[in-house]
């Protein structure tokens, strides 16, 4: 055991956070976020941490860097007020997709953030549905690496969609795309696409979804191309009603308007980054992760094994 349990919201999710404090029947602790006039941030605790187990919910979504800084300042801050560990629950790891040196001359952001977790004063971390894997092996601290695929996978059988296919947007997605198929016990296909600059096209799609409900499955939605182009694949291909379904609501200009254009059933996600009102469309469906991270982190604090909370979804990862 590390004392009791202490949580602390940053600025990036509080809807979310004050879900987890529900969750876990544990208050959120006081702190004060000031953003001076010269764009420095300072952050103050409102109460003593010393010796207590604390957990930081933030998360580095939009705006990304401000959002980041807060939560390295923040980590700094509770480091130095003497707590027995301090935990960094990030609810979307923003520089994901920086995962390797894949061009001369180019930086593994990925790893940078998360060496700046560490040192910044992180015992450990807790995150959803990074986008490698790898990424967990660039921190120098134990985490949690978790899916929110077991959410909304569970969503979609209360549908009971008999004649339906699960569709990847894309190649790389493909091998978690097919661990979702089996669970939800329906047939793959995949959308082969290439990536032209900043555009994608997509060329062509293996496997049959004519006459079928398509599901078209991916870890997050950016401007949403590749999605649409997903979209357009399936449905020239003859499928029925059409199902979007992804964990990070990243929603960047002009993913909405896109979103809004396709003729699609429901567009399945999560509040793991906060989706504001202007961008919630009639028919999406949003999932809360609150209990899945309140219930982990209960377990981290108590010392449980944080494995059985998604042992049947550990084919995500």
């Known amino acids: 055991m590390h004392g009791m349990i202490k949580l602390f919201s940053g600025s990036g999710c ?9 969750y876990l029947g544990v ?24 010796g207590q ?4 919910i933030q998360t580095t979504s939009s705006p990304v860097n401000e959002n980041i800084m807060e939560l390295l300042i923040f980590l700094d801050a509770l480091r130095r007020a003497s707590p ?28 940078l953030i998360a060496d700046m977790i560490s040192i910044a004063g992180a ?15 660039f921190f120098s601290i134990p985490g949690d690496a978790l899916t929110t695929f077991s959410i909304l996978s569970d969503y979609l059988r209360e549908k009971r969609l008999e004649n339906a296919v699960v569709v990847s947007a894309d190649l790389g997605f493909a091998k978690k795309a097919r661990n979702f198929a089996e669970e939800l016990e329906l047939p793959l296909a995949i959308v082969e696409k290439r990536r032209i600059a900043r555009d994608t096209e997509a060329l062509t799609l ?25 979209v357009r694949i399936v449905r020239e291909n003859g499928a029925r009603d059409i199902y979007l379904c992804f964990a990070h609501a990243v929603l960047a200009h002009p993913a909405v308007e896109r979103l809004r254009e396709l003729n699609i059933k429901e567009i399945v996600t999560t509040n793991s980054i906060p989706i504001p009102p202007e961008k919630r469309l009639p028919n ?14 209960l377990r981290v604090h108590e010392g449980r094994s944080v494995g059985e909370v998604f042992r049947r979804y550990h084919r995500y990862r």
């Open 123 to 137: 015992d450990r971390y807790i995150t959803l549905d990074l986008h490698a894997d790898q990424i967990q092996g």
């Open 284 to 297: 999406m469906k949003i999932l809360s992760v609150a209990p899945l991270l309140g219930e982990v982190i």
């Open 53 to 56: 187990d604390v957990f930081l």
């Open 14 to 22: 509080p809807e979310l956070a004050q879900e987890i404090s529900d």
């Open 84 to 111: 027995d560990r301090v935990t960094a629950v990030i609810s979307y790891l923003a520089y994901a997709r920086s995962d390797k040196k894949d061009q001369p001359r180019v930086p593994i952001t990925a790893r």
């Open 27 to 50: 208050p959120l602790s006081g702190r004060d976020i000031i953003r001076f006039p010269n764009e420095n941030i300072f952050v103050r605790l409102r109460e003593s941490v010393r």
């Open 206 to 230: 293996v496997g049959d979804v004519a006459g079928k409900d398509a599901i078209i499955v991916d870890d997050e939605v950016n401007t949403a191309g590749s999605i649409s182009n997903a």
